[in-house]
């Protein structure tokens, strides 16, 4: 009779740990999941923040969600808002407004090395006195902090190859689709 205990308890034992690890690893699936949704969102919502300093001129804000690499290689921040106030003059003066700048939902979210990537497409809408166009362009979302804030890199005058040459750490995965020409409307 003892031995059949002995034999019982070692077989409730492993049945224990099976199913203790069964549900560990349902949670960290779950985990997993949850922790895209809530990088994804975190993503969305310092690129709606780029945008919206953008578009009201805080030039200052919007080059501090830029990729470093970006801004060094236009000779620094300064430079970089002048750049941006002397293309949004020149769009001025034609009487061009950026009437939206719109974001669909983030890539899944990869990791390559320290850092967390992934790609959002971008949609601004600029409208004419007599015409509207809407524009298109991937931006590279990348986080060294383990997704509290992000840097964006804008595809849209570069091609893949010059992209990952500036950017070696890219994960292999990231997708840089064509660019995409605008769609122009007349009112």
């Not at 310092?46 to 001129?57: D, E, T, V």
């Not at 849209?156 to 992209?163: E, F, L, Q, T």
């Amino acid at each position: 009779m003892a031995g059949m205990l002995k034999k019982f308890n070692k077989s409730m034992i492993r049945l224990l740990i099976v199913f203790v690890c069964s549900i560990n690893i349902l949670f960290a699936q779950e985990r997993s999941s949850l922790d895209q949704t809530s990088l994804k969102r975190s993503v969305l919502g310092k690129a709606n923040l780029m945008a919206s300093a953008f578009k009201s001129g805080d030039y200052k804000t919007y080059v501090s969600y830029l990729h470093p690499i970006l801004i060094s290689g236009v000779g620094g921040e300064a430079k970089m808002m002048g750049v941006l106030d002397k293309q949004m003059r020149q769009l001025k003066d034609k009487k061009v407004m950026i009437n939206e700048i719109a974001f669909d939902t983030p890539t899944d979210i990869l990791q390559s090395k320290n850092e967390f990537q992934c790609t959002i497409s971008q949609h601004t809408v600029l409208k004419s006195v007599n015409s509207k166009a809407i524009t298109y362009s991937t931006l590279i979302a990348i986080s060294v902090d383990k997704g509290k804030s992000w840097k964006f890199i804008d595809t849209s005058n570069m091609d893949a190859s010059m992209v990952r040459k500036l950017f070696p750490n890219l994960n292999s995965k990231i997708i840089i689709p064509p660019k995409q020409k605008p769609l122009v409307s007349t009112d």
